[in-house]
């Protein structure tokens, strides 16, 4: 069984930055796929970046340019470092890990963007 546990997230005004965190037990971290998604309310769960095991990274389209996904196999963390946040980034954000069909979340940490 893994555990994800995220951090980091907060209030912050328009044009504002935030890194979460999201670290991991088990001692296979490195062969993880990572990822972060994003719930705001009212709205369905949406992918919003990737990082594969071999370092690889994804973004959606409206992240691009904004958002950096990182890890640390070393500490077993993922981050999200997220720059020049709008209001419509507001989402409760979860941490994914995937290895092989087995899938693991966490609990979610909030990110409010609001001046």
């Known amino acids: 069984q893994v555990q994800l546990v995220e951090s980091g997230g907060g209030l912050v005004q328009p044009g504002g930055s935030l890194r979460l965190s999201c670290a991991a037990s088990g001692s296979i971290f490195r062969f993880y796929n990572m990822a972060w998604y994003r719930q705001a309310p009212g709205q369905q769960r949406e992918w919003v970046a990737l990082?594969?095991?071999?370092?690889?990274?994804n973004y959606t389209e409206s992240v691009k340019g904004r958002f950096t996904i990182s890890r640390d196999n070393a500490k077993a963390t993922v981050y999200l470092r997220m720059n020049s946040l709008k209001p419509e980034d507001t989402a409760v954000y979860y941490c994914?890990?995937?290895?092989?069909?087995?899938?693991?979340w966490g609990q979610g940490t909030r990110v409010t963007v609001s001046s």
């Open positions: 990082i594969n095991s071999e370092g690889s990274r």
């Open positions: 994914k890990a995937t290895y092989g069909r087995t899938v693991y």
